[in-house]
């Protein structure tokens, strides 16, 4: 949650709502992300949010002071699902299952960071530890 707001998927509809949780209302239209969109993170330092597109095996990423889309949607793998943030190192980790995938995104630049890290069969959930 950024400025009090809280962005919600709407994966039916391919966007992302934003609630303002001071007032509990809505706030502007939808924002058109990629197909499918299924899990969202925020990075607070940087003032964005990260959306999965499964589908479209994308992230789109919001920015949170705008609450527009920056540029493209970012290229993953196969079918990505959560995403998780590391505010403090600048970085997001986004699990792809179709591909057996982990594929790591630089916050500062809006990049993927080298080729997807293949892990095990299909995975979901992640945490991030220090």
Known sequence: MLNNHLY???AYADTVSVIDTRTNRV???PIPVGS???AAATDALR???FVTNSRSGTVSVINTYTNTVFG???PVG???GAVTTDALRGGAYVPNGGSDTVSAIDTNTNTALGAPIPVGDGPGGLALGR
Do not use: E
Request: net charge negative; charged share 20%.
């Open 8 to 10: 919600v998927v709407n």
């Open 27 to 29: 706030v502007d239209s």
């Open 36 to 38: 499918t969109p299924g």
């Open 47 to 49: 003032g964005r949010a």
């Open 72 to 74: 493209c949607p970012i």
């Open 78 to 80: 196969d079918d990505p």
